[in-house]
């Protein structure tokens, strides 16, 4: 895994994965744009999630919530009361900070939970070690304040009758207000699960650390609905699966543990992170939650609709507890790309940059690399039939040497060279990304080569 954050920021930018939002207008913080081969990697990330959770799980429905809710379901679940951060301002600079990750990178011991302590135990504690701002370096912090973090609009054309709504700041409330359609209109039994991708949005300071966390990002979030006395059992499945899921995206074991929470919300019996070793230490990659029942009956309370299960085969009424699964794909990007991150000493004293991709992520699957500019007609016949089957690029720009490098460092794992054997007698060279071992292979061969390799 890669050490140092800054070469993954540089290395997407200059090969079009990751573009800072609004640059040519100098940019607007913790906003991102994806490019051309990022916006293939998240799209691949998010299908291979929503195959395992949906596709391929028994009982289990996708939806599409709407960002804008009615802003009763903001006051069941919580946030309109309670969704906020404890910040403090830098008197000196006016710089905005967290104060409860100020006092997180202050504590060398590991012992201090800042989310055990209240506002002015805070206070007292960045008093007391007289924690300096991390831009201007003076002690002189205002106290710490609690900030809303969710983003306010209003709906209405009238000036003055305009009604508050919020933009979502999770799309979990989407998937507990909808349980009964779901139920209902798909037939479902108890345990089933809902799951969703959508934009959420927190109007939080974000520490810089590129797409760890954003004001604006996705969700990947899976709600399974199931009898209380399964509740345990299922959590302990769902880490299994959050562990094999991160494997299957190429994340390393010994990059991966869990930690559980120290401070459990008074709904929860369960909660737990499953955290990867970022270049800025162990950080959470996704979430699993035993909900219990709170959801439910707080929307079935606020809403005044039952939000109930009729069991009918033992005929038992209850309202079910919820195993929540939830991650973002802009984390598990990061996380993918600073795992698959090398900088290989060739033997020749040369070092190339290389993603290693897991191919079946791999933002392009095939590159096709005319051996000369004059060989393109039959270079961009190929390209047609396999850009049928997978994500290909096409590269005739430059040495061979320098196109086989700019396609390692989006990690593409298979470059198929056209050459002049090739119009002889319909051959190519395919070269493995890993190991640069280059076959030569039967253009009709091609689509099952690649096939079996990626799968």
Known sequence: ????????????????????????????????????????????????????LVQTRPNSYGIDASILMNPKVWEASGHVKSFSDPKVDCKNCKNRQRADHLIEKFDKTGTIIPDNMTNEEMDAYIAEHKIKCPVCG????????????????SRGTVEGEKDVVYLRPETCQGEYINFLNVQRSMRAKIPFGIAQIGKSFRNEI?????????????QMEYQW?????????????????????????????????????????????????????????????????????????????????????????????????????????????LAVLC????????????????????PKIAPYKVAILPLQKNLSEKATEIYRILCNEFMCDYDEA?????????????????????????????????????????????????INYINEKVK
């Open 225 to 333: 609905f199931c009898h209380p006395n399964d509740s345990e059992k299922y959590y302990n499945e769902f880490k299994n699966i959050a562990w094999d899921f991160a494997k299957e995206c190429g994340i390393k074991e010994e990059n991966m543990r869990f930690h559980d929470h120290d401070k459990l919300a008074f709904y929860a019996k369960s909660a737990c992170d499953l955290q990867v070793k970022f270049p800025i230490g162990w950080q959470e990659l996704n979430g699993v939650h035993n909900r219990s029942d709170y959801d439910l009956t707080q929307h079935s309370k606020y809403s005044g609709k039952p939000l109930n299960y009729l069991d009918p085969y033992t005929n038992e009424r209850y309202v079910p507890y919820i195993i929540e699964y939830s991650m973002s794909p802009e984390r598990l990007m």
């Open 206 to 218: 974000t520490p810089g650390n590129f797409i760890f966390r954003c004001i604006e990002f996705e």
């Open 138 to 153: 003076k002690f002189d912090w205002t106290n710490v304040r609690q900030f809303k973090l969710m983003f306010e609009t």
């Open 1 to 52: 895994m890669v050490d140092n954050l800054d070469k993954i920021v540089n290395l997407c930018k200059t090969r079009g994965l990751i573009f800072p939002g609004s640059e040519i207008y100098d940019g607007f913080a913790n906003t991102w744009d994806y490019g051309p081969v990022g916006i293939s990697l998240r799209n691949n990330l998010k299908n291979l999630w929503w195959k395992k």
């Open 339 to 358: 795992e698959a991150y090398d900088e290989e000493k060739l033997p020749n004293g040369d070092t190339r940059i290389v993603l290693h991709f897991e």
């Open 398 to 446: 430059g040495s061979i040497g320098k196109r086989y490098r700019r396609q390692d460092e989006i990690g593409t794992p298979f470059c198929v060279t056209i050459d002049f054997e090739t119009l002889e007698n319909n051959t190519v060279t395919i070269r493995d990304r890993d190991s640069m071992e280059q076959i030569r292979i039967n253009i009709d061969d091609l």
